[in-house]
C-alpha cells in the first residue's frame, strides 16, 4: 500500500510561488487518495479541503479561497439549509412566510439562510405582484441542478436507514417506484465508493470548511420536530452541520486516524471526538483498538450522496486551480459523473421526469 506523498502544501501557508507547474493544466500532480476502501494507511501531512484564505475571492466572499466542494459542504452543511431546499422541491416554497410555516424556523435563522443561499446562487429573488409587490425566492439554474442530490439523501435514508415510510419517488416513464441508484454516466454501469478513485489536487483541503459558523450552535440533535413530509433524521445527523459533513468527505478521502482527521480539517479534538463518536453509533464508521475509523457498509453507501455534493460543488461553485478532487469511475476510466438510474426501468432518472407520491398527504399536494 502506498502511501500519499506528505500533502506540502498546509492551509494558511499557501501563496502562489508554491504552486507548482501544471497546476490547472491537467490532471493534479499530487496527493492521491482512495475512495473510503484501500486507502488504509493515509497518513497526510496536511490539510484537504480549502485553500490559503485570500488567494480567489477574497476576503468577505461566501468561503473565499474554497474548493469546490468545500464551498458545496459550507453551504450545503447544515439543517436547515437542507430542509430549506427540501421544501423548495417538494412544496414548491418560495417565499419567507412559506419556509416559516413549513419549518417552524426563526424568522432570523431562516433570514441568514436564505441570504446565503442568494450569496452561492442558490436562490435568486424575484419580485412578484400580490396586491403589492413581494419579493420570492426561485431556484436558479445551478440550485435546480441539486435535486439529485437530495433525492441520492433520500433514497439513501429509504435504504439505509429503514424507513419505509418515507415519500415513494414515481418514475413517470414506466410509472414505477424508482428506488433510484447511483450509476456512471459515462457508462451507466452502477457505481460504488469501491469501484472508484480519487486523486487529490495539490490544492485540495478541508479545512476552514466548519469555521464560518463555528461559533454558532449547528448540531441539532433532538429538537427537530416530527416532519412527516420528508424528515431524513440520519442524512441530517451526517450532513447537519460542516463539521460532520467535513468527517465524511475525510473518510471517503481515506483519512482513518483520529491524528489524520484533526490536521486535515483543522477540527478540534472536542468537536472530532463527538463527531467520530456519533458517526460510529450511527454505524456509519467503526472503529479499531488503534482508533483507525473506517467506513461501514451504510457507510460506504453513503457515497451516493457525496458523488453529487462533489460534483455539483466542483461544477458551480468552483474553487481555485488545483482544489479539485478528480474522482475517475475506474471500470471505464470516465471522471465522474453521477446520475441516478431507475431500478425498475434502468433508464436515466431526469428531474422533469420524477415526482414523490404526496398522495398520503393529500393537503400537500
Ligand atoms: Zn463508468
Ligand atoms: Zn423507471
Given at each position: 500500500m502506498a502511501h500519499r506523498s506528505p500533502v506540502v502544501f498546509k492551509v494558511d501557508a499557501?501563496?502562489?510561488?508554491?504552486?507548482?507547474?501544471g497546476v490547472g493544466t491537467g490532471r493534479p500532480a499530487a496527493g492521491r487518495a482512495t475512495n473510503g476502501v484501500d486507502a488504509i494507511d493515509a497518513s497526510p501531512g496536511g490539510a484537504l479541503l480549502g485553500v490559503a484564505p485570500?488567494?480567489?475571492?477574497?476576503?468577505?466572499?461566501?468561503?473565499?479561497?474554497?474548493?469546490g466542494i468545500g464551498r458545496a459542504l459550507a453551504i450545503l452543511g447544515d439543517r436547515w439549509v437542507l430542509l430549506i431546499l427540501q421544501r423548495a422541491f417538494l412544496l414548491h416554497v418560495r417565499t419567507f412566510a412559506g419556509w416559516r410555516d413549513q419549518l417552524g424556523i426563526s424568522e432570523s435563522v431562516l433570514a441568514s439562510r436564505l441570504k446565503e443561499l442568494v450569496r452561492y446562487g442558490i436562490f435568486e429573488q424575484k419580485a412578484y405582484r400580490d396586491g403589492r409587490t413581494r419579493l420570492e425566492y426561485r431556484l436558479t439554474e445551478a440550485g435546480l441542478k441539486l435535486w439529485s442530490f437530495l433525492v441520492a439523501v433520500h433514497s439513501w435514508e429509504r435504504d439505509w436507514a429503514d424507513r419505509p415510510d418515507l415519500l415513494t419517488l414515481m418514475?413517470?416513464?414506466?410509472?414505477?417506484?424508482?428506488r433510484p441508484y447511483l450509476a456512471c454516466g459515462a457508462c451507466r454501469k452502477p457505481m460504488t465508493a469501491r469501484d472508484t478513485h480519487t486523486v487529490r489536487g495539490p490544492l485540495a483541503t478541508f479545512s476552514?470548511?466548519?469555521?464560518?459558523?463555528?461559533?454558532?450552535?449547528t448540531t441539532a440533535r433532538g429538537d427537530v420536530?416530527?416532519?412527516?413530509?420528508?424528515?431524513?433524521p440520519l442524512s441530517m445527523e451526517i450532513l447537519g452541520d460542516r463539521w460532520s459533513t467535513s468527517v465524511l468527505a475525510g473518510a471517503f478521502l481515506g483519512v482513518r486516524r483520529f491524528v489524520d482527521f484533526q490536521s486535515e480539517l483543522g477540527i478540534a479534538p472536542s468537536v472530532l471526538t463527538d463527531r467520530l463518536k456519533r458517526f460510529v453509533e450511527l454505524g456509519v464508521l467503526q472503529a479499531d483498538a488503534g482508533r483507525h475509523y473506517r467506513l461501514t457498509d451504510r457507510g460506504l453507501a453513503y457515497f451516493e450522496v457525496f458523488a453529487f455534493l462533489v460534483h455539483w460543488g466542483q461544477r458551480e461553485l468552483p474553487g481555485p486551480p488545483g482544489s479539485d478532487l478528480d474522482i475517475t469511475h475506474k471500470p471505464c476510466g470516465s471522471p465522474l459523473s453521477p446520475v441516478l438510474l431507475c431500478r425498475h426501468c434502468h433508464e436515466v432518472l431526469e428531474r422533469r421526469e420524477v415526482r414523490f407520491d404526496l398522495s398520503a398527504y393529500p393537503h400537500l399536494a
Open positions: 499557501v501563496n502562489e510561488k508554491e504552486i507548482p507547474a485570500g488567494q480567489p475571492g477574497g476576503p468577505g466572499e461566501p468561503a473565499a479561497g474554497l474548493s418514475h413517470d416513464r414506466c410509472r414505477h417506484d424508482a476552514r470548511v466548519g469555521l464560518p459558523r463555528q461559533h454558532r450552535r420536530r416530527t416532519d412527516y413530509v420528508g424528515y431524513c
